[in-house]
C-alpha cells in the first residue's frame, strides 16, 4: 500500500565509547596482558525503514525446521535472518557503551568493537576504524561487558551495511550452534542490561503520532475513553489507574481511580483508545484514602498508534503452546493468552525457560480455546516485556494462520473477542428485509416500501449466497432480543476499494443499552474490520447522502486528507431511471453511439485526470491498469455473482464528443441499485448534446441484463438531459472515499464521536 513501507524515521547519530577490558576480561578470552586492543570512537546509526503491518498470509508461514540431524541443546546452523533495519528487529537496541564484542578470525583478534543490537541469534556491531571481518567469514565472539565475558559464541559475518556518507558500517554476524545455557547467558545479559536502563527493546516506531492541545478536543477524547472503561498505567511506576468522570465544579477536574501511588510529579499516563494509546501529561494529583484521585484537566494529550489492527483482552480462556524453534527440547505449554487482534497476540512466558526474544520467528503456535480443537498460527516475536506488579513477563507475537484450514477458526476466535455484541453477518435475509423496512430504510429520498417490493425476492436470494462469499461481501449486525437492531454491509466493488453503505437501525431503545451511539459504534467498528483483513484493501468507499448530519462527520475527517492525496470527496446527484423507459428525442444532430474503442477509453481517462483527483480516479479504479474490473469481476464471478464495466461513446462525423461509463453489480447488493450506475462526460465541445443518446443506450445495456432500472451519478451544472430523459431525482450526495492508511484514524475519530454524541445519527442512503 503507498506510503505504508516506504516512510524512513532515523534514529540519528550517537557516540560510543567502548568499554576498557580488565585483567579478568583479558583472561576470559585468553590473551596476554600485553595485546592491546583499541578504541572504535563513533557509530552512526542505521536508519529504521517501517513495513506493512498486515498478517502475513498462510503461503507466507515459515516451514518447520528439521531439528533431527542437531544434538540436543544446540541451536540449528541457520535461522532466518533479518537485517537490522527490520520494522521490529531482532533482538535489543544497546545504549552507548552497553556492550562490546571481541572476535576471533583467520588466527587473529579484532578490537573490541561496539554492540549495536544483540540477541541469542545475532549480533550487529561498529567495527569503527577498526578491522572489518571478511563477508562470510567465521568468526568466535565473546560479548563483553561490566560483568565479564560471554562466550565463546561459533558466527558467520553475514552483512556489511554502510550506514552513513562517513563510511561507517554495520557488521552482521549470525550465530550457530548456540547451546540453550549459552543462550539463556545471552538473555541473562540482555535483561540486566534492560533493567538499568542499558538495552531498549528494537521494537518498531510509532506510525501515528498526534500532539492534541485544543482544548475542546482533549475534553471530547477524555470523556469518550471514560465513556468506554478505558484503563491505563502510570508511566514509570506502573500503576493501573482508570478514569472515572470529569467533574466541573469550581474549576473542571478529572476523578481516577487508582489503588497504589502514583510516586512523585509530574506524571504521564496512558490510556488505551480505540486503536491507540493516549498519552496524558499532569503536572499534580490529590490522592484521597479511597483510592480516588483528581487532577486538573490536562492541556494537552499525545496520541500514538503502533498497529493496523486494534487488540482487546480476552474474556474466555485462551492458551498459547509451541516448541522452541532454536531448542527443540524446550516446549511451552498452556500459557495464558491475555490479547489478540487479527494479526497479533500477547501471552505470558517464563523468561528464563521459555527463552523468547525480539526476532524470533515462530513457525508453529498452538491456540487452544476450551475444549475446542486447536488452531495453528505462525509468527514473529516483536517485544518481550519484563514481569512486573507481581505479573508475569508478557510476549507480543505477529501472527497469522499457519494453514487456509485454520483461516476461519483464528478469525471466528478474534471476532468473538473483540465484538461481545456485534455478528458478522450470521442473520438470515429475512430479519435484514425486516430491519429494513422497520428502520424506515424504504421511506428516504421519498420512496416507498411499495416501491422496493419487487426486489425483495433477489434480496434474499442474494443474501443467502452473499453469506457464502466473505472475500467480497460482509455484514455487520447488531442483535438484541427482540430481533436486529442495527445493521451496516461492505462490499469489495473495485480492486483495492470497499463500499460501505446501507446503514440502518431500529427505532427506539434498544434493550440494555444506554444509547444509540454505542449500536452505531459497535456496528463501524466491526464492518469496518472486514476490508482491513484484504491484503488489496487501499480504499474505504462511501456514497453518502448530502443533506444527513451523522454523513457530515465523514465529510468532515476526510477534508483535511484531501490535498494530501488521502482522501477524496466528490458531490453528485443521485438520479433514478427505468431501463424501459424513453426519452424525449429532439430533431437535429444525430450521434454515433457504441461501444468505446480502447483509444476512447484512454482518452476518456486522460479527460477524467484534468478534472478529478487521482485519489478518487484510484479509488473507482478509474486507473489503466484495472480499467475493465477484470479482478474484480473475477471474484465476484467465482462466488456466483456478476460485476461488470463497460464504456459508451457517442461520435459526431466519427470523433469522440461524450462518453459514458457504465455499471452493473449483482441485483440485491444495494437496494438503491448504487452499483447499477451510469457516469457521463464531455470529451469535446459540444459533447452535452450526445448525454441522451448515451442513456438511451445504457438503457438497452440494463435491459439486456434484465436489469429493470439503474442510477445515474449526475456531477454536471447543465441540467437539460435530466427533464428529457425521465429521470426521478432522489437528492445530492458524496462520493467519499478515504485511504486505507488513516482508516485506524477514521475508527478513532468514531470512536470519540459515538461516545460524545456531537452528530446525531439519521438514516442516509449509504
Known amino acids: 500500500m503507498p506510503g505504508r513501507d516506504d516512510e524512513v524515521l532515523s534514529e540519528g547519530q550517537g557516540s560510543v565509547r567502548l568499554p576498557r577490558l580488565t585483567a579478568e576480561g583479558r583472561a576470559a578470552l585468553g590473551m596476554r596482558e600485553d595485546e592491546l586492543l583499541g578504541e572504535a570512537p563513533s557509530v552512526r546509526f542505521p536508519s529504521r525503514r517501517l513495513s506493512d503491518m498486515r498478517p502475513p498470509r498462510p503461503s507466507e508461514a515459515p516451514r518447520s525446521a528439521d531439528y533431527t540431524e542437531n544434538p540436543p541443546s544446540v541451536s540449528p546452523p541457520s535461522v532466518r535472518f533479518r537485517r537490522v533495519s527490520g520494522e521490529a528487529g531482532p533482538g535489543y537496541r544497546l545504549r552507548e557503551g552497553a556492550c562490546a564484542v571481541a572476535l576471533f578470525t583467520e588466527g587473529r583478534w579484532i578490537l573490541p568493537a561496539s554492540v549495536v543490537r544483540l540477541s541469542p541469534s545475532a549480533v550487529w556491531f561498529s567495527p569503527g576504524d577498526g578491522l572489518i571481518p571478511r563477508l562470510g567469514g567465521r568468526v568466535t565472539a565473546y560479548m563483553l561487558s561490566g560483568k565479564g565475558a560471554v562466550g565463546p559464541v561459533e558466527g558467520v559475518v553475514v552483512s556489511i551495511e554502510p550506514t552513513g556518507p562517513q563510511g561507517s558500517v554495520i557488521v552482521s554476524v549470525q550465530f550457530e550452534r548456540v547451546t540453550r545455557d549459552l543462550g539463556r547467558k545471552i538473555l541473562g545479559l540482555l535483561q540486566e542490561l534492560c533493567v538499568v536502563g542499558q538495552a531498549d527493546l528494537a521494537r518498531s516506531l510509532s506510525r501515528v503520532?498526534?500532539?492534541?492541545?485544543?482544548?475542546?478536543?482533549?475534553?471530547?477524547?477524555?470523556?469518550?475513553?471514560?465513556?468506554?472503561?478505558?484503563?491505563?498505567?502510570?508511566?514509570?511506576?506502573?500503576?493501573?489507574?482508570?478514569?472515572?468522570?470529569?467533574?466541573?465544579?469550581?474549576?473542571?477536574?478529572?476523578?481516577?481511580?487508582?489503588?497504589?501511588?502514583?510516586?512523585?510529579?509530574?506524571?504521564?499516563?496512558?490510556?488505551?483508545?480505540?486503536?491507540?494509546?493516549?498519552?496524558?501529561?499532569?503536572?499534580?494529583?490529590?490522592?484521597?484514602?479511597?483510592?480516588?484521585?483528581?487532577?486538573?484537566?490536562?492541556?494537552?494529550?499525545?496520541?500514538?498508534?503502533?498497529?493496523?489492527?486494534?487488540?482487546?483482552?480476552?474474556?474466555?480462556?485462551?492458551?498459547?503452546?509451541?516448541?522452541?524453534?532454536?531448542?527443540?527440547?524446550?516446549?511451552?505449554?498452556?500459557?495464558?493468552?491475555?490479547?489478540?487482534?487479527?494479526?497479533?497476540?500477547?501471552?505470558?512466558?517464563?523468561?528464563?525457560?521459555?527463552?523468547?526474544?525480539?526476532?524470533?520467528?515462530?513457525?508453529?503456535?498452538?491456540?487452544?480455546?476450551?475444549?475446542?480443537?486447536?488452531?495453528?498460527?505462525?509468527?514473529?516475536?516483536?517485544?518481550?516485556?519484563?514481569?512486573?506488579?507481581?505479573?508475569?513477563?508478557?510476549?507480543?507475537?505477529?501472527?497469522?494462520?499457519?494453514?487456509?484450514?485454520?483461516?476461519?477458526?483464528?478469525?471466528?476466535?478474534?471476532?468473538?473477542?473483540?465484538?461481545?455484541?456485534?455478528?458478522?453477518?450470521?442473520?438470515?435475509?429475512?430479519?435484514?428485509?425486516?430491519?429494513?423496512?422497520?428502520?424506515g430504510y424504504f421511506n428516504l429520498s421519498g420512496k416507498t416500501p411499495d416501491q422496493f417490493e419487487p426486489l425483495k425476492k433477489t434480496f434474499l436470494e442474494f443474501g443467502a449466497r452473499a453469506a457464502a462469499a466473505p472475500r467480497i461481501i460482509c455484514q455487520a449486525v447488531w442483535p438484541s432480543e427482540r430481533g436486529i437492531e442495527a445493521s451496516l454491509s461492505v462490499a469489495k466493488i473495485y480492486g483495492g476499494s470497499w463500499l460501505v453503505h446501507q446503514l440502518a437501525k431500529r427505532p427506539g431503545k434498544a434493550p440494555g443499552v444506554a444509547h444509540v451511539r454505542q449500536i452505531l459504534r459497535d456496528i463501524y467498528l466491526r464492518a469496518f474490520e472486514y476490508p482491513q483483513l484484504d491484503p488489496a484493501f487501499t480504499w474505504a468507499l462511501a456514497f453518502i447522502d448530502g443533506e444527513v448530519p451523522w454523513s457530515m462527520a465523514h465529510l468532515d475527517f476526510a477534508r483535511p486528507y484531501v490535498e494530501q492525496g488521502l482522501a477524496a470527496i466528490r458531490p453528485f446527484r443521485l438520479l433514478e431511471l427505468q431501463s424501459a423507459g424513453t426519452s424525449e428525442t429532439v430533431s437535429g444532430e444525430r450521434f454515433d453511439v457504441g461501444p468505446a474503442a480502447p483509444f476512447e477509453t484512454a482518452w476518456l481517462l486522460d479527460e477524467l485526470g484534468k478534472t478529478h483527483t487521482a485519489a478518487l480516479l484510484d479509488a473507482l479504479d478509474l486507473v489503466p491498469e484495472r480499467v475493465d474490473l477484470g479482478e474484480t469481476a473475477r471474484l465476484w464471478k467465482e462466488a456466483g455473482m456478476g460485476r461488470e464495466r463497460t464504456f459508451f461513446t457517442a461520435r459526431r462525423a466519427g470523433v469522440p464528443v461524450a462518453a459514458a461509463i457504465v455499471e452493473t453489480g449483482e441485483t440485491g447488493t444495494n437496494l438503491f441499485r448504487l452499483l447499477d450506475c451510469v457516469r457521463l462526460y464531455e470529451l469535446g465541445r459540444g459533447g452535452r448534446a450526445a448525454f441522451v443518446p448515451l442513456i438511451e443506450e445504457a438503457r438497452q445495456f440494463y435491459r439486456n441484463r434484465g436489469k429493470s432500472s439503474f442510477v445515474y451519478m449526475h456531477e454536471h451544472p447543465d441540467g437539460e438531459h435530466i427533464e428529457r430523459c425521465k429521470m426521478l431525482d432522489l437528492g445530492p450526495g458524496n462520493c467519499w472515499a478515504i485511504s486505507a492508511q488513516i482508516l485506524p484514524e477514521f475508527l478513532e475519530h468514531v470512536y470519540e464521536l459515538t461516545a460524545i454524541g456531537r452528530y446525531k445519527p439519521k438514516q442516509g442512503k449509504e
Open 209 to 439: 503520532r498526534e500532539q492534541i492541545d485544543d482544548p475542546g478536543r482533549v475534553r471530547a477524547i477524555l470523556r469518550a475513553l471514560i465513556h468506554a472503561g478505558s484503563e491505563g498505567l502510570v508511566v514509570g511506576s506502573e500503576v493501573p489507574v482508570k478514569a472515572e468522570k470529569i467533574e466541573t465544579r469550581e474549576e473542571t477536574r478529572v476523578v481516577w481511580k487508582s489503588a497504589q501511588s502514583w510516586g512523585a510529579p509530574p506524571y504521564v499516563i496512558d490510556l488505551g483508545g480505540y486503536n491507540s494509546i493516549h498519552r496524558i501529561h499532569l503536572d499534580k494529583a490529590e490522592f484521597e484514602a479511597d483510592g480516588r484521585v483528581t487532577t486538573p484537566m490536562p492541556t494537552r494529550i499525545e496520541r500514538v498508534r503502533h498497529r493496523w489492527f486494534r487488540r482487546c483482552k480476552v474474556q474466555r480462556p485462551v492458551t498459547a503452546s509451541f516448541k522452541h524453534p532454536i531448542w527443540p527440547e524446550v516446549v511451552v505449554s498452556g500459557r495464558p493468552v491475555l490479547d489478540v487482534s487479527f494479526a497479533g497476540l500477547c501471552f505470558e512466558v517464563d523468561a528464563d525457560q521459555d527463552l523468547v526474544f525480539p526476532g524470533l520467528e515462530m513457525p508453529d503456535i498452538e491456540v487452544c480455546v476450551g475444549d475446542d480443537a486447536p488452531l495453528h498460527l505462525h509468527g514473529e516475536v516483536r517485544y518481550v516485556l519484563p514481569a512486573r506488579n507481581g505479573g508475569k513477563a508478557r510476549c507480543g507475537v505477529k501472527v497469522g494462520p499457519r494453514t487456509t484450514k485454520d483461516e476461519g477458526p483464528w478469525m471466528r476466535l478474534v471476532s468473538q473477542e473483540l465484538h461481545e455484541k456485534t455478528l458478522g453477518g450470521s442473520e438470515t435475509p429475512e430479519s435484514m428485509w425486516s430491519l429494513l423496512q422497520q428502520s
